[in-house]
């Protein structure tokens, strides 16, 4: 079993639906690195890491701004010690269909992304798919929904 995490709306808070913060992208880097984590993410993830030993890669979707304010913010909150996840266990891509090239590449079988746009091309790549947060529409078929960190603590490793 290896888990798969995206970043943006998933890690990292993202306001609400109906005013994103948008501070990490446009805004100065000490907004950005002030920018919180998710609610419980601190909590659950270090237990899905040690759920899955270990195995857990972070798999984000930017260009080169902001793979670095990203990798910043991993330090500013001092990511990887508080999760367990290696640091070497990052990849960036520049276009979302991308994020289902690197987890066939790396065996990932189970990703987290707030995307159904992201998910829905894992198909046949991901077994396990789950779109994250508050979420309008349809889920698509074979991708669970998990609204808070708590759920998919519950869902993905029960």
Partial sequence: MILGIDVGRVLIAPGDS???DTSFIDGPLEAALDTPPCVDM???VPALVER??????????CGPRIQQRTLQWFGHHRFFERTGIPRG???FCLKRSDKAIHCRELGITHFIDDRADVLEPMAGIV???FLFGPQRGRIPAGIRHVATWRE???TIAP
């Fill in 18 to 20: 109906d005013r994103p």
């Fill in 42 to 44: 601190f909590d659950v």
């Fill in 52 to 61: 899955f030993e270990g195995r857990v890669w972070i798999v984000s979707k």
């Fill in 89 to 91: 266990n990052v990849r």
């Fill in 127 to 129: 077994p396990n798919r």
């Fill in 152 to 154: 998919a603590m519950r």
